[in-house]
């Protein structure tokens, strides 16, 4: 059964750097996406991305995040100057419309 | 009001008993609903789509009340395995993003 991976499993990092979350969606899926849980929390949606570009984003995606599709298989999220306030669980998603599947998740450990 | 808002839980059941869990949602105009299960540090895991004639998978029975824009799910015969945080998900459109509830914590015992 075709999965979505994510690496690395836990990334720790310092206050201030730059981080690189990876996902491979599932190969025949259109609609990538990318959520967050803080430990104890809900999950919630960052960011979603249709035909090389941003189709919607929330208010916690800003000008720190980036996304990428740099070629037919990953997709990638971009931390730019991480802070505290960031370590989570990062996970990606996929669907070809609905429903959406989860990747096993990047821990994001900011020190 | 919250989106998404969930049973607050945590529901603890002996093996065997039938539980439900309910979540409301307050945009009417949304599309998709869903049930997922979370399992401690790990990523949800789709358990059912819920669709407006309701659903069974299993143990597992789903409902959807649009006039009432809430969703419930039913296990019975709970198994310990069931044991995990069961997540409400609302989606506005059907390719959009999902809004998840706060989760609702079963533990199952022997």
């Known amino acids: 059964e075709p999965e979505v991976t994510q690496t690395p499993s836990h990334q720790v990092t310092q206050m201030g750097q730059e981080v690189i979350l990876r996902c491979v969606p599932i190969s025949n899926h259109l609609y990538f996406y990318w959520y967050r849980q803080i430990l104890g929390q809900k999950v919630e949606f960052l960011v979603s991305f249709y035909n090389n570009e941003i189709s919607e984003k929330s208010e916690i995606f800003d000008d720190q995040f980036s996304v990428e599709r740099p070629d037919g298989s990953n997709f990638t999220l971009k931390i730019r100057s991480t802070k505290l306030e960031d370590s989570a669980m990062y996970f990606c998603?996929?669907?070809?419309?609905?429903?959406?599947?989860f990747g096993p998740g990047t821990r994001l450990t900011v020190l | 009001r919250k989106e998404v808002e969930q049973d607050p839980g945590p529901f603890n059941v002996p093996e065997g008993a039938t539980v439900a869990f309910n979540c409301t949602y307050s945009n009417s105009a949304s599309q998709s609903f869903f049930w997922y299960r979370q399992d401690c540090r790990k990523e949800p895991k789709l358990l059912m789509s819920v669709y407006s004639s309701g659903n069974e998978d299993g143990r597992f029975t789903a409902q959807l009340n649009r006039a009432s824009q809430y969703i419930s799910l039913l296990i019975r015969d709970s198994k310990l395995s069931d044991s995990a945080t069961y997540l409400c998900?609302?989606?506005?459109?059907?390719?959009?993003?999902?809004?998840f509830g706060d989760g609702t914590t079963l533990t199952v015992k022997p």
């Open positions: 998603a996929s669907s070809e419309a609905s429903p959406q599947y």
């Open positions: 998900a609302v989606k506005d459109t059907n390719a959009g993003k999902s809004t």
